[in-house]
């Protein structure tokens, strides 16, 4: 059991990186419940058919981000609530994604104004799955 967890190993995206992303984006749309567990590192590398270190790595890389928490002997969850970054942190945070976001665009050619309306769309369904609004 995967929870909507993926991978594509024909992407040039890290595995670990992957792992990440999808868990930030199962999260951020409500798809996984503040408290709610984890797949074991064994278990979902054993689903993605994936190296547990490459499971590991991308899960150490979300707890310290605030986003999974660990309970020893217990297993790895989903956090309670969102990481309080200090301002300055969650600017650079927001900086970095939008800096990566735009050089995306950029690159595919995409006009200013798509761009910024994908980003508007995008918050918009996750806030909508996160609050049980119309998808």
Do not use: C
């Not at 995967?2 to 868990?23: C, M, T, Y």
């Not at 930030?24 to 994936?50: C, H, N, Q, T």
């Not at 956090?79 to 650079?92: F, T, W």
Request: aromatic share 4%; no cysteine; glycine share 10%.
């Amino acid at each position: 059991m995967s929870r909507g967890l993926f991978v594509d190993p024909s992407d040039a995206v890290p595995l670990w990186k992957q792992i990440e992303e999808n868990v930030r984006r199962l999260v951020a749309s409500g798809a996984m419940k503040p408290g709610s567990a984890m797949p074991s590192v064994r278990d979902l590398a054993r689903d993605l058919s994936i190296n547990p270190a490459t499971v590991a790595k991308g899960y150490q890389r979300l707890v310290d981000a605030g986003i999974l928490a660990v309970k020893r002997g217990e297993g790895t969850f989903v956090a309670q609530k969102p990481p309080a970054l200090p301002r300055g942190e969650r600017e650079k945070e927001l900086e970095g994604g939008a800096m990566r976001y735009a050089s995306l665009a950029v690159t595919i050619g995409a006009a200013p104004d798509e761009a910024v309306e994908r980003v508007r769309h995008a918050l918009g369904d996750l806030l909508r799955k996160k609050i049980g609004g119309p998808a």
